[in-house]
């Protein structure tokens, strides 16, 4: 189904697959987890601040912005992993090629070598 | 024009012209292309106006501050969401196999938004702007450009929620920017004017600037670019999970990176320093996804020179991440300090907008109009002028004001009068119109190239210049 130049295929070798999931794994856990510490202390320093500081409720209202777009994504998050978006992570990238390239083969405009030939 | 071969679908496989109404993504694209050139005339008069040489010297109308702001908001709304709509109109159907919930309201979205964007100019240039920066937009036409960014979520969202099976992770950041653009721009747009005053109003303004960048643009950026690199390279992204990690440490890291606008004001010290941890915390998220699409062209790298679509995007993303780690260092404190409402903030902005999603939207328009006209393009040299013309340009210009804005932070550190600044600022305001005449020059190349093809004139140049392959082989 891929292109044979590029050499492809969804019949990776599985090795290759299992080292790139390692990587991804890796880069998650080391990006994620840092950041995950950082803003983690930092919004109790701000739970800290408010609850001690008459003038500490001024800072609510960004937070607050912040807390319920990211309220919306964690249940979407949730939403996701409950229906299975994350079962076979790496199907829908050679789905959406497929369906490009059968979109393609039956497009309206002209292919390229004909294009060519006529210049 | 010649017809290549088209055969038949197999039943219940949609067909492209069931999916796509290629009328409307021109018009989307030509309204983007109307509206850069207002902006991009309103930064040519600002550049002349700071080496004090104003042509339209004693127009209250088309003073200076007013047309700094249509520059900003035609951009903004004017170009980028007219493009992002004419790429969307494309791209979520041919994702989801399912076309918008409807046609007749995508036209009357595209009728609408020109309304939003003429109306925004008008009222900005009779003195009505609002005190926010990009939030310019008079108070009477927010509710509509909010009703406007509703219908915009509905028609999409309806194909994408009923898509099958996992999302592809285009899918995913176009959702996220639906919701976001709505939430950004009510946000920024009544909380400070009609909820907020004060000082949470100017930190409410900080997360709306930066939000329209990071949760309008930079989305739907980025997953047209999951979406065009894999099918111009024709191989998929590297890894898909790591296209998800992406997604999610920028839907929660991002939201708070604004406030870093707002560094040394009385907004509460964790907040600000919580903004600066959270813009860090992004740029590491951004690496995630440069690895991604580096690891894609891996073995293609042929495609950086032989396809131009595909030499817009990756010149895009190298100036991302450059712009990304400066970001990340400009962010803290002691940066701050030196580089504060200087020219390297203004450097920086042209960067991500110009450095980055025009050239993105560039690259996408390079492929598709031959599609859409179905013709090749007029001139593949002309498709190579403007490429080059355009990424001079805006590198020479960033270099430009990144320079001045040290030396201006200089200036200003060590107490120098206000008047030095300006003097040793003008060689580089200077510098800094040639580079935007450059620009300027490669968008008046791809002009004259669109209307000659459209026109169906051809010209006696070999097609085998890297334009060719906009077609889309690598």
Known sequence: ???????VTPTETVSASRRRSWITAALAVAILVPSLFGFGSKFLEFVALVRGDVDGAFAVTPVVNYLLASLGFLCLFAWAVLHGMFHDIERPKWTMLENEQRLDRHAPWPKLDALRKTR | MSAGTVTTLPPNQP????????????WFFVAALVYMAVSFLGGLLMALQLVRWNPLQGSEWLSPGRWRMIHTNAIAYGFLANAFLGALHWAVPRLTLRPVLSRALSYFIFVAWQVVVLSTAAGILMGQAQGIEWGETPVWIDPLALAGLL????????????????????LWYFMAAFVWTFLTYAMGNFLPEYFVPGTSGGAIAGLFIHDLVGLFVTPLGWGLM??????????????????????WGLAFFYPLNGIHHFLYTPIPMFLQYGAVIATIAVELVVTTVIINFFGTIWGSGKAVVNNLPIRWFYTGMVLYFITCFQCALQVTLTFQALIHFTDWVVGHAHLVMFGVFTMWLMGIMTYLFPRLLRRPWYSYTLCEWHYWLSTAGIVSMFIDLTLAGVFQGYAWASLQPWDVSVELSEPFWIFRIFAGLTIIAGQLCFAWNLLMTWLG???DEPATSAATNAWGTA
């Not at chain 2, 219908?151 to 285009?170: D, R, W």
């Not at chain 2, 191989?235 to 992406?246: A, F, R």
């Open chain 1, 1 to 7: 189904m891929m292109n044979s130049e590029t050499n």
């Open chain 2, 15 to 26: 067909e492209h012209e069931n999916l796509v109404e290629e009328r409307l993504v021109a």
């Open chain 2, 151 to 170: 219908l915009v979520a509905i028609n999409f969202m309806a194909p994408i929620i009923k898509a099958e099976g996992p999302l592809y992770v285009t």
């Open chain 2, 226 to 247: 999951y979406y065009f690199v894999p099918i111009l390279l024709q191989k998929p992204i590297w890894s898909h999970g790591l296209s998800l990690v992406g997604f």
């Open chain 2, 457 to 459: 004139k051809t010209s």
